[in-house]
């Protein structure tokens, strides 16, 4: 007799399980989370916070306010910022300033921990949004993140 | 005599094969060498180092602040607990004073990564014993977790989000709302897991009286988390050394007694109500204050030897660290669960058959990052 009962109620888990997978089955609409990327390219949008690669920001006259100070380099991890600085002449209050020359970033080598971000003291670099770095040269991935011609906004201190 | 000859006509003889790197039922690049005899295994040996990145002597280079983003790729699946021990043993030895803000929201993210942890673990536990539709129920329920982390720590997996100090910013807005729309959302889900898995009469087969490991066996192979609560032995960290804000809150550890693998599934099962419950009575008062209180720029700890042990999703991690009183430690010791729940495979193994020992597996659940570090 049990032998027989053991048989129903293996046959009935296995029915209540098949109720569940059924269910979705039916309802397949209803409740998928799956994004169809790539093709949702356009209207995908990552959160505030998303932790793609560091960029800096530079306003419409060509100035960000990276001072050079290094922080940033001495705060991350693995070595992926170099900063290239040098001494210039202030135009405003013509001293000797240190003033970068190239901020060099390897994307390569970043693992997104934010600590360079978090330290910086005048919010020259945050993060950006782009996640899509698949290059065919891994030099490709090693960025100036400042641009060409580009100078310290007047008035940032650090 | 007919007996004799029979046996001698068909003369079994032991041989050894290889159990991954790259096989899929070890979850990484384990490499087990089973000794076998038909298929009745005789002997099972972990062969380690093939994930191995010397974290623990790239502390001992890095300052304090950048150590705590190394232990995000001890083990992955608890990274947020990771950090946190490694900020809690800082603060510890700093003596100081953490926000009861960042105390509850440690633990809020804590007990959502031991649920996201637990989620991939039921879905991978299925796949391993043959039934893949688990593995998608699993990944689903987690993505919604992944997606709360991305939008207040910045990133899915390897969230780096407390600092020695408190944490790198405050909770986003959506915060809140979000995880009480996964509490309702994944109280449905649970029975549904129970309904398609856990009352499956298969898996039954499959996971009763195999796996068998007694309650002495497990404290003195040092097993912890819920492999050891699996075998009747309470070691939950949480309930014996509270730290950040679970000594606010009430929950039940629990404990199964048969120490099979059904047992250590059920102890996982009952953690993600006991993670639920406890986010659950926190989420709602999150204390207003600071989020982080400043630190020093280069942090050097106090010379001496410092201790912090935490609950992971696998069990204990404890971290050791020795201080000469420099930017960063002499030593750093992290005692990682998966190593000591590794080390009891071979004593439940051997008898079994190769299909068992993947179900065991599966319930030691195993990261293989943090058994090499």
């Known amino acids: 007799m049990s032998y027989f009962s053991e048989i129903f109620h ?18 397949s609409r209803k409740g998928a989370i799956t994004q169809q990327y790539p093709d949702n390219r356009d209207t995908l949008k990552m959160f505030d916070r998303f932790r793609g690669e560091v960029i800096m920001p530079h306003d419409v006259n060509n100035e960000h306010t990276c001072t050079g100070c290094q922080k940033c380099e001495i705060a991350c991890p693995n070595g992926s910022i170099e ?4 001494r210039g002449i202030d135009e405003h209050s013509g001293k000797k300033k240190k003033k970068i020359d190239k901020f060099v970033y390897h994307l390569s080598l970043c693992t997104m921990c934010g600590l360079c971000i978090d330290v910086c003291p005048t919010d020259a670099i945050k993060w950006g949004q782009n996640f899509e770095n698949s290059v065919y040269d891994r030099t490709q991935l090693t960025r100036v993140l400042n641009k060409p011609g580009s100078k310290l906004r007047p008035g940032v201190e650090d | 005599m007919e007996d004799t000859t029979v046996k001698s006509n068909f003369k079994s003889e032991e041989y050894f094969i290889n159990m991954g790197p790259q096989h899929p039922a070890t979850h990484g690049v384990l490499r087990l060498l089973l000794t076998i005899d038909g298929e009745i295994i005789k002997k099972v040996e972990p062969d380690l180092g093939y994930i191995h990145r010397s974290i623990e002597k790239m502390c001992e280079r890095d300052s304090y ?12 699946l608890s990274a947020n607990i990771n950090n946190e021990a490694v900020c809690l043993c800082v603060e510890k030895a700093l003596e100081m004073e953490i926000p009861e803000r960042v105390k509850v929201i440690r633990t809020i993210i804590g007990e959502l990564t031991r649920i996201s942890s637990h989620c991939l673990w039921w879905g991978v536990m299925g796949m391993d014993v043959g039934a893949l539709t688990t593995f998608f129920y699993g990944f689903r329920d987690r993505e919604l977790l992944n997606d709360i982390f991305e939008e207040t720590c910045g990133a899915r997996l390897t969230m780096n989000y407390n600092v020695p100090g408190g944490l790198m910013f405050d909770i986003h807005p959506n915060f809140v709302s979000r995880v009480k729309e996964f509490i309702t959302h994944f ?17 039954h087969k499959r996971t009763k009286g195999v796996g068998v490991l007694s309650r002495e066996d497990a404290i003195s192979f040092g097993a912890s988390g819920p492999v050891g609560r699996g075998s009747g032995y309470s070691c939950d960290v949480r309930k014996y050394h509270p730290y950040s804000a679970l000594s606010q809150v009430d929950f039940n550890e629990a404990i199964r007694t048969e120490g099979d693998t059904f047992a ?6 009952q953690e993600m109500w006991e993670s639920l419950s406890i986010v659950e009575q926190l989420i709602d008062n999150i204390p207003e204050g600071d989020f982080r209180i400043p630190t020093k720029a280069v942090i050097k700890l106090p010379k001496g030897e410092y201790f912090q042990r935490v609950e992971t999703a696998r069990g204990e991690l404890g971290v050791y660290i020795i201080s000469t009183g420099t930017k960063s430690p002499y030593r750093l010791k992290f005692r990682s669960p998966g190593f000591s729940n590794l080390s009891l495979l071979n004593h439940i193994a051997v008898g079994g058959k190769i299909g068992d020992l993947v179900a065991t597996m599966a319930t030691l659940d195993l990261v293989i990052p943090d058994i090499d570090r």
């Not at chain 1, 009935?12 to 399980?17: A, D």
Request: charged share 25%; glycine share 8%; aromatic share 12%.
């Open chain 2, 264 to 269: 250590r599934y059920s102890v996982r099962i």
């Open chain 1, 10 to 27: 293996g046959i009935k888990t296995l029915l209540t399980g098949m109720g569940v997978t059924g269910k979705y089955f039916l309802n």
């Open chain 2, 187 to 203: 109280k449905t889900k649970i029975p549904e897991y129970d309904r398609l898995l856990t009352d499956n009469v298969i898996f």
């Open chain 1, 83 to 86: 900063i290239i600085w040098d």
């Open chain 2, 65 to 76: 602040q950048q150590i705590v983003h190394l232990t995000d790729r001890m083990d992955y």
